[in-house]
């Protein structure tokens, strides 16, 4: 019986890479949302999802695949706002966010294809379903108030308390082997 990986990993390119990392935390997307039309989400719950888009963006910033960063982060920013239990995550918003996991996935295996490019601007699908999300998000947001701060803003500030507060709260991960991802 084998205990080799799948693939080995080591002979992959980063794009190659990017797109298992994609499949794996899409696939945790994917479980995770579909889990939310069976029952409403808790803090738990919501904080893995969040992880799962934080992975992705920084993984697709390092191979700049830049309409990936965009997505992902948009996820991000509807999880944490669904987090702080200002924004409802119904069918309808769980249908969009799937296209957004859909469209992750998509992009992570065109990556793979020789002259694929990850500098261009987004496709017009793409920046479709960026409005969307950014629509989501700004519901969510306008339901926050003006005052609300947006996760990760205390690291960019440089509040060391409101940082670790995020950190506790499950709003931010440490990257892993010291990459810096935002």
Do not use: Y
């Amino acid at each position: 019986m084998s205990t080799d990986p799948p693939e080995d990993l080591a002979n992959l390119s980063m794009r190659e890479l990017f797109r298992v990392e994609a499949e794996n935390q899409v696939a945790i997307l994917t479980r995770g949302l579909l889990e939310l039309e069976q029952k409403p989400a808790t803090s738990e719950h919501l904080a893995e999802l969040m992880r799962a888009a934080h992975s992705l963006k920084g993984a697709a910033r390092i191979v700049g695949l830049e309409a990936a960063v965009q997505i992902a982060h948009a996820l991000e920013d509807c999880f944490v706002l669904a987090q702080r239990g200002k924004l409802v995550l119904r069918q309808p918003e769980v249908d969009l966010l799937l296209r957004g996991t859909d469209e992750l996935l998509q992009l992570a295996r065109q990556a793979e294809t020789p002259g694929a490019g990850g500098e261009s601007a987004p496709a017009a699908e793409t920046q479709t379903l960026l409005r969307a999300l950014a629509d989501l998000a700004q519901a969510g947001d306008a339901a926050a108030g003006d005052g609300d701060v947006h996760h990760g803003d205390a690291a960019r500030r440089g509040d060391a308390s409101a940082f670790e507060n995020e950190i506790e709260c499950g709003r931010h991960r440490p990257a892993p082997s010291g990459l810096a991802l935002s």
